[in-house]
């Protein structure tokens, strides 16, 4: 389809993954070959139950995860970014009100501003912004 006259898949990405920054050319042409990948129709349903309900919950159930039953003292490493439309600022905020109790030395958030979802994974700049902090994390708390 990328490939049809008038087709720029650069706006399909960032009209689904919200506008990314820094994602070299050539990476994405990579991306187009492999992606999108196929998932179950139950997995969609699942998502939609989300965004419907506005609640995280089993598939087709009434139970409802409890963020809050996290262990406060699992180390967690959380990286957002202003510009994700799928794992959007406002969702994020959401998931960090349910860690407010989390014990601050195992919890370490992150906001890129200017990163969208696929910058986490393809971003030219991913290893100095991020990669190098996840590391950096893994040794504070494993070392």
Known sequence: MCALPGVNCNNLIAALTGLNCCLDPSALDLFFEYEPLSTSTKNLVHLAQTVR????????????YNLSNIPHDLPLFISYGGQDALS????????????KLHDSDKLDVQF???????????????????????ISFFNRQFN
């Open 112 to 134: 890129i501003n200017n990163y969208a979802h696929l910058d986490f994974i393809m971003g030219v700049n991913a290893k100095d912004i991020l990669y190098n902090e996840v």
């Open 53 to 64: 309900s506005g609640v995280l919950a089993k598939f087709s159930g009434p139970q409802i």
């Open 88 to 99: 959007d600022p406002l969702d994020v905020k959401t998931l960090l009100d349910y860690l």
